[in-house]
């Protein structure tokens, strides 16, 4: 899950199995969602989106889950790779507005 | 490029002076944004332009910051009398238009230290 401060929460996975990241949005109004990944030293980058009127989309190796009943969003990677390990963020986008919320992230560590 | 250019990289400077980060969007896109990132943290945000609108500037912490975006397209974020707080990255980020469901594509920020 999503949490504040320094810490980042971690989750550490073994090379090939499946991962899941979890995050909690505060929006009710939010009606678009993305995930981004996010290596040291560079920028986030856009890995999938997913818009209120769906409740799972799929990518490759990655799936989307949306529950806007409990506010939640999840992240599943397939078969993770080491070079997955990164810092996972989730965004949210309330209707007809023009920012974006951040979570402050999870860190994703594979082990080979 | 094909991407959100941020320059410089790296910035370091000194308490007190003034600093300009300059940020080239993705071609054709009319939105973008400039966020802070301080080590561990979320995305804060700062700004949004949308084209020859007024830009949103209500996440601008403090009059020391401000944003211009010139002729629609490249945008520099200015911090006057640096604080060490202010140290951060400073991400810039576009998108194709405004409006929910279009994603923000991000360069790779300036890492500003400020001694």
């Known amino acids: 899950g999503e949490s504040v401060g320094l810490h980042l929460p971690t989750l550490s996975v073994q090379e090939g199995d499946n991962s899941i990241i979890n995050c909690a949005y505060s929006?009710?109004?939010?009606?678009?969602f993305i995930w981004y990944k996010q290596e040291s030293g560079k920028g986030p980058q856009f890995i999938i989106d997913?818009?209120?009127?769906?409740d799972k989309r799929q990518g490759q190796r990655v799936t989307v889950l949306l529950n806007k009943t409990v506010k939640h969003l999840s992240l599943q990677i397939a078969a993770t790779q080491p070079g997955d390990s990164a810092v996972y963020f989730c965004?949210?986008?309330?209707?007809?507005?023009?920012?974006?919320?951040f979570g402050s992230g999870t860190k994703l560590n594979v082990k080979p | 490029g094909a991407g959100v250019s941020q320059s410089p990289s790296n910035k370091v400077t000194e308490k007190g002076k003034d600093v300009e980060l300059r940020c080239d969007p993705i071609?054709?896109?009319?939105?973008l944004y400039w966020y802070r990132q301080s080590l561990g943290q979320g995305l804060e945000f700062l700004i949004y332009?949308?084209?020859?609108?007024?830009?949103?500037k209500s996440g601008l912490p403090s009059d020391r910051f401000s944003a211009e975006r010139t002729g629609g397209s490249v945008s520099t974020l200015t911090i006057q009398r640096t604080q060490q707080e202010d140290s951060a990255v400073y991400l810039c980020?576009?998108?194709?238009?405004?409006?929910?469901?279009?994603?923000?594509?991000f360069g790779d920020g300036t890492r500003l230290s400020i001694l």
């Open positions: 997913i818009r209120s009127n769906m």
């Open positions: 929006n009710s109004a939010s009606d678009y």
């Open positions: 980020a576009s998108s194709i238009r405004q409006g929910s469901n279009q994603p923000q594509h």
């Open positions: 071609s054709g896109h009319t939105a």
């Open positions: 965004a949210e986008n309330p209707y007809n507005f023009n920012k974006f919320y």
């Open positions: 332009f949308q084209g020859n609108s007024a830009p949103d």
